[in-house]
């Protein structure tokens, strides 16, 4: 908030007003954007889990968290659990927007780039997405 | 039931402290979640590492939201040295059936002993203290780096701490970038250590001020996390009643702690960074030799 009076770094026109056109600035706001909606709802998603599980009694966890229980970890699992309302899965599901968040704002950052007419970073970026699908591709052919 | 209710709530008030230290000083909190976990709750080794993973994502995501908007992190740094981090990443994941842990976590150690030096000299010369400058560069006639102006990595940010805007260059951008490389190949190799070494990568090596390091920092660990995120989850390793509260814990520790690093002074959030420097590479020092797991 109290950065509202920011010169922007490279001053447009006579004096350096805060250019809220500046394409860096809608870059950076929409990858602000990405971040806080990844994060508001994955939360949510997660609360709501929790509160399904507080709903159905916490039945079969009565040992404590840190014993371990069978959880659906593939992404079939957690989605047939999801239809079924299972409580674990739908936190799962949070957990799972949570971990895609980043993910989705390398790829909203190459729309931004391309927005702004930066094609180095566009390529840079686009760089660093295939690498972390790469990664997840590998995660699944080792598992 | 009232056991699961503590434990809960356990997890909660940690996963609060680690994403409050995590965001102020750009780590992922693992250094606060993975003891706590297996120490205090005795959850196993795995799962405590894969809540580690959620803790690192949900802090840099629940930062960076705010970092970006306000400037702190520098989104052109951070989206090019993310190639270095998400191949060294991979590279480390790798890497990992085939070398054993312990020596590496020596060697990692000893990296971030050696930054301990230049960065306790910036802390002395901040403070005003006199002592010899750290090599040539704090002359500050040096230029920045070719590469640094190619890729426009020079910006600028308003520090409501001294009430000015802080515009600065960068320096030594291959040496880095070297530094991030293997950043991504410690957190890919051992699962820690992402956040340290790129916060020594971005303000010791290419002289980013403090705050705008730990804030860049804080964008890209979310990056390098998710890049091995998918593996632990289709291994099993996020068990969703223990990472659970770690996300919402951290995210609520995030929130303050992007609010304490704008009113901090530079030197201050050093300092912290310098100390918590020590304990992960003692803690690191410790695991090698087997001392602790």
């Known amino acids: 908030m109290k950065n509202k009076g920011n010169p922007a770094p490279r001053p447009v026109g006579k004096e350096g007003n805060d250019a809220p056109d500046d394409p860096a600035r809608t870059t950076e706001l929409m990858v602000s954007f990405v971040l806080r909606s990844g994060v508001i709802i994955s939360a949510a998603v997660i609360v709501i889990g929790l509160m399904l599980l507080v709903y159905h009694g916490m ?5 404590g968290i840190a014993t371990a229980f069978e959880f659906p970890h593939t992404f079939g699992a957690v989605f047939a659990g999801v239809a079924k309302l299972d409580p674990v899965s739908v936190i799962s599901l949070g957990l799972l927007l949570m971990i895609i968040t980043p993910v989705t704002r390398v790829a909203v950052s190459i729309v931004a780039f391309a927005m702004e007419r930066d094609w180095r970073y566009v390529g840079i970026t686009t760089l660093v997405l295939l690498v972390l699908l790469v990664s997840f591709a590998l995660g699944k052919a080792g598992s | 039931m009232t056991q699961l209710l503590t434990q809960f709530f356990i997890i909660l008030a940690v996963a609060f402290v680690a994403g409050t230290v ?23 080794f795995r799962i405590a590492a894969g809540a580690s ?25 951070g989206m090019f040295l993310e190639i270095l981090t998400s191949v060294g990443a991979v590279c480390g994941a790798f890497l990992a059936g085939l070398v054993t842990g312990s020596a590496l976590y020596v060697v990692f150690a000893l990296v971030l002993i050696y930054s301990l030096y230049p960065m306790g000299k910036k802390i002395a010369l901040e403070l005003g203290w006199r002592v010899h400058p750290f090599g040539e560069r704090k002359g500050g006639d040096e230029g920045p780096d070719p590469l640094a102006t190619k890729l426009g990595f020079s910006s600028s940010y308003y520090d409501p701490a001294v009430k000015r805007e802080i515009a600065y260059d960068l320096h030594h951008v291959p040496a880095g970038a070297v530094i991030m490389y293997f950043a991504g190949l410690a957190s890919g190799l051992l699962g820690i250590g992402s956040g340290v070494f790129k916060v020594v990568a971005l303000d ?34 996020i068990d969703p009643l223990i990472a659970a509260p770690v996300a919402l814990g951290v995210l609520a520790g995030s929130f303050l702690g992007t609010r304490l690093l704008a009113k901090l002074a530079g030197v201050s959030i050093r300092i912290i960074f310098f100390v918590v420097l020590a304990i992960i590479a003692i803690q690191m020092i410790l695991r090698g030799f087997g001392v602790s797991s």
């Open chain 2, 204 to 237: 010791t090596a290419m002289g980013m001020p403090m705050k705008a390091s730990t804030a860049t920092s804080n964008f890209m660990i979310g990056v390098t996390a998710a890049a091995s995120a998918g593996i632990y989850f289709l291994r099993g390793d």
């Open chain 1, 59 to 63: 039945a079969g966890l009565t040992s």
């Open chain 2, 22 to 44: 995590g965001s102020l000083l750009g780590l992922g909190g693992g250094i606060i979640v993975i003891p706590a976990l297996t120490l205090f709750l005795h959850v196993d």
């Open chain 2, 53 to 77: 993973i959620v803790s690192i994502i949900a802090t840099s995501s629940g930062s960076a939201a705010t970092y970006v908007k306000d400037r702190l992190s520098n989104i052109r740094v």
